[in-house]
């Protein structure tokens, strides 16, 4: 989490005084995500932990209270995908730098391996 803290320091420092964010885990106990409830399912394991706001303090707070999941399957691409909807549901067409950081340990294998044709 350390590598989140660091992104979200920079960009309090460093960043544009709209930038705004939003924190999405993959592999998590829980299941709650936008593109989970538009389909039914599939999207499992994937929380959207904090929802676009404005970067500040209480956002660096809320890192704080992530905590390591038991969960062992998790699908990075999904959670990637979840990320990337989001976006595009929060900022559509405007005219913002949209920037996703995917940050891992390496571990998880892809699940759906199958589905990379159709994402493509």
């Given amino acids: 989490m ?3 803290k660091m992104l979200i320091e ?8 709209q930038t705004i964010m939003s924190i999405v885990t993959f592999g998590s106990d829980s299941t709650d995500n ?3 409830e538009k389909h039914g399912g599939g ?7 904090h929802p676009f ?7 660096l707070r809320d890192v ?8 062992e399957e998790s699908d990075w691409i999904n959670g990637l995908l979840v990320g990337i909807d989001m976006i595009t549901e929060e900022v ?3 005219k913002f730098k949209k ?3 995917l940050i891992t340990d390496g571990e998880s294998e892809l699940m759906d391996a199958d589905d990379l044709d159709t994402i493509a």
Avoid: C, M, W
């Avoid at 920079?10 to 005084?17: S, T």
């Avoid at 999207?43 to 932990?49: C, G, L, P, R, T």
């Avoid at 706001?53 to 956002?59: A, F, P, R």
């Fill in 92 to 94: 559509g067409t405007k």
């Fill in 43 to 49: 999207y499992d394991n994937i929380h959207s932990f």
């Fill in 53 to 59: 706001e404005k970067v500040g303090i209480d956002l």
């Fill in 34 to 36: 936008p593109l989970n």
């Fill in 10 to 17: 920079q960009q309090l420092l460093y960043g544009a005084k």
């Fill in 64 to 71: 704080d209270s992530i905590e390591p999941s038991a969960q």
């Fill in 99 to 101: 920037r996703v950081f």
């Fill in 2 to 4: 350390e590598s989140v």
